[in-house]
């Protein structure tokens, strides 16, 4: 199997603690930024569910542990970056296995101190003194909301109302617009991903035949992200036949269908950054002439939006490039009566694509970002990553010809924006349909 095993941290330190100095400069003097990590979920008993650490806490800290807090307060002289964390601790970590520890995260995180967690109610208001203004994720953790409010009445009850943040407001927008423009170092995690992820598709591709279960393509993708160690970035979708229709099926248990698709979306996660993978394919390994059509407009869709990804074009403009090829196709087997502009115009195409054609992707495979400013399409960038999706889901309706019933295609790609041509990150695995029955052929 292709691709090489690579262990090696791609993100550096000095990345971390420069996203925290640029976020510090955002919010200024006299500010301070309080951002939590990810609970663990107990399943039951001492089970958990699969570590994640929030993408926001990993963003500016590389830190993956459980029970810690992120401060910045910028000017402060006794140090700007400071991590509550759990402190070392023999006897929990033969059982839960290493912590990195205060000292850890300063020698190896780049923070000016660390703290224990359980010290943070102690030491919190104290830190507060100095700051008018309090910058963290408003309404994504009520405890965490309300703790702030209780820090911020103490410190004001114990100086008379004259110290402590008089203005608590939302991280979000600055933070996730920092995240939407993607760094060499992001880069490369995201290229890892795509590629990884890439193989994978390319081995259930391999592996495909008659006789199949959803179940098993499913296995053939985890082994290919387990192997190198990166968990899914999602739930995978692994639909067969009709079960394509279902545009967030997740089952990935039924038969496949001998001379029907099957929809594969699917993508891993490397240091934390996703890749999302469409791909359809015959199970038998030759498209039928029907299936064949109706997978060639999506393909022209695909690649006409995919050239709309382009710095200086509105996000909205590759959905639009996609609808229009969908819908010319779609007239010309006479699947959508009239005209192309009418269909577009009164959205009747949406009968058969119910989606829009991509989104933002980073360290969420939905990743932040605003999609519109001032009302209007966002204008994209240089280092942007989104995706491109456009599919066609055509149902067993009485109106529609037999022979194009029950046919379910998405192809999924993700696109960096450049300065020149778009770059995307996930062309190793095929798509044209002489290529992928070349694959399957072997
Ligand atoms: N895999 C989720 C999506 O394509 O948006
Ligand atoms: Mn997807
Ligand atoms: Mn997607």
Redesign the pocket.
């Known amino acids: 199997m292709p691709g090489e095993i690579v262990t090696t941290v791609m993100i550096r330190p000095e990345e971390f603690s420069r996203r925290r100095q640029r976020l510090m400069a955002e919010v200024g003097e006299h500010s301070m930024v309080v951002l939590a990590a990810a609970p663990e979920r107990p399943r039951n008993g001492d089970t958990f569910y699969p570590y994640r650490q929030d993408s926001d806490f990993l963003y500016l800290t590389g830190f993956n542990e459980p029970e810690a807090m992120l401060v910045l307060l910028p000017g402060r002289e006794a140090g700007e970056q400071i991590l509550f964390c759990r402190e070392r601790d023999p006897d929990r970590e033969r059982w839960d296995g290493p912590r990195l520890g205060l000292d850890g995260a300063r020698e190896q995180l780049g923070f000016d101190d660390a703290f224990p967690i359980t010290d943070l109610d102690d030491i919190l208001p104290g830190l507060m003194e100095g700051c008018s203004r309090l910058h963290h994720l408003v309404g994504k953790d009520a405890g965490l909301d309300q703790r702030i409010i209780g820090w911020r009445n103490r410190l004001r009850a114990e100086s008379k109302g004259e110290k402590g943040p008089g203005e608590i407001v939302s991280l979000e927008h600055l933070l996730h617009e920092q995240r939407l423009i993607k760094s060499r170092d992001e880069r490369r995690c995201m290229a890892r991903a795509a590629r990884i992820s890439a193989d994978a598709m390319t081995r259930a591709m391999q592996v495909c035949k008659r006789g199949m279960n959803e179940a098993e393509l499913t296995a053939e993708l985890f082994h290919e992200y387990q192997r190198h160690g990166c968990p899914p970035?999602?739930l995978?979708?692994v639909a067969g036949g009709t079960n394509a229709l279902v545009l967030h099926y997740i089952a990935n248990n039924q038969p496949l269908p001998d001379d029907g698709l099957v929809l594969i979306?699917?993508?891993c996660e490397f240091e934390g950054y996703a890749a999302?993978i469409?791909r359809t394919f015959p199970v038998n390994g030759r498209f039928s002439a029907p299936q064949r059509e109706i997978y060639n407009i999506v393909l022209a869709a695909q690649y006409a939006a995919i050239d709309e990804v382009r710095p200086g074009r509105p996000f909205q403009a590759f959905h639009d490039a996609a609808v229009r090829v969908l819908v010319e196709g779609l007239v010309e087997l006479g699947l959508l009566p009239g005209d192309v502009d009418t269909n577009i115009e009164q959205g009747l195409f949406r009968r058969f694509y119910m989606?829009k054609t991509?989104?933002w992707l980073g360290l969420d495979?939905?990743d932040v970002g605003d999609y519109r400013i001032d009302e209007q399409s966002r204008v994209l960038e240089k280092n942007m990553v989104l995706?491109v999706?456009p599919g066609l889901y055509i149902g067993d309706d009485d109106d529609i010809p037999a022979h194009f019933r029950n046919i379910g295609i998405?192809i999924?790609d993700d696109v960096r924006v450049t300065e020149g041509e778009p770059e995307v990150l996930t062309e190793r695995v095929v798509k044209a349909p002489d290529d992928i029955e070349q694959v399957m052929r072997g």
Do not use: L, M, Q
Request: proline share 6%; no cysteine.
């Open positions: 970035a999602y995978p979708i979306d699917a993508g999302d469409s989606h991509g989104h495979v939905h995706t999706e998405r999924e």
